[in-house]
């Protein structure tokens, strides 16, 4: 195994442990310990990779409807990387 695979098994393992943990209580308030973890798990949740998150792909992965609207700050309907992390970190 290589440098690289290694990285992305220990990414992947790391992605994993956080999506069982979002799983659990549909937050995403205090379940990442770096904002390059809460943005590699924005990308996963980002279907489409269109840099926006809608209630849709949100839903999807168990995140609760309630949060979404906290994090919408600009209230158009979507979410992008930065109204997610600053959601991640915001309590
Ligand atoms: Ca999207």
Redesign the pocket.
């Known amino acids: 195994m290589n440098m690289f695979s290694h990285g992305c098994v220990l990414f992947t393992g790391v992605l994993i442990a956080s999506c069982a943990a979002l799983a659990a209580d549909e937050s995403i308030e205090k379940k990442f310990k770096t904002r390059d973890e809460a943005a590699a798990y924005f990308i996963l949740v980002?279907?489409?990779?269109?840099g926006?998150?809608?209630i849709e792909?949100w839903r999807k992965q168990g995140l609760g409807a309630e949060q979404f609207g906290k994090a919408d700050t600009t209230k158009d309907g979507k979410v992008d990387q930065k109204e997610f992390i600053a959601q991640a970190f915001c309590c």
């Open positions: 980002d279907e489409n990779k269109d926006l998150i809608t792909e």
